[in-house]
């Protein structure tokens, strides 16, 4: 089963950019389906963006216009690019696909 490693986040101030990484301990070229979630303090893991092989992305409306989820097969990465962010978007991020483990996240903190 493929690992996956998240990494890229930081403390940003409001208004500020992060990318987020989430690499793949093997070829992820075969999972169609790689979806990025968050967990906010006081609340459940929710979906941020899916992206789809041959289908495309789908973003949670706390995404759209500010989030952009891409792949790099080769690179065996799935990235999420985060803009516009906002001190609501503090929390932990995780990658993961269907059947797949979750790891152990990324902590995002956008200060105000």
């Known amino acids: 089963q493929v690992q996956v490693l998240e990494s890229g986040g930081g403390l940003v101030q409001a208004g500020g950019s992060l990318r987020l990484s989430c690499e793949g301990s093997?070829?992820?070229?075969?999972?169609?389906?790689i979806s990025w979630y968050r967990q906010t303090p006081g609340k459940e893991r929710q979906l941020v963006a899916v992206?789809?092989?041959?289908?495309?992305?789908h973003y949670a409306d706390i995404a759209k216009g500010r989030f952009t989820i891409s792949r790099d097969n080769a690179k065996n990465t799935v990235y999420l690019q985060m803009s516009s962010l906002k001190p609501d978007d503090t929390g932990r991020y995780y990658c993961?696909?269907?059947?797949?483990?979750w790891g152990q996240g990324t902590q995002v903190t956008v200060s105000s």
């Open positions: 992206i789809r092989s041959g289908v495309g992305e």
């Open positions: 993961t696909y269907p059947g797949g483990p």
């Open positions: 093997g070829s992820i070229e075969s999972m169609r389906t």
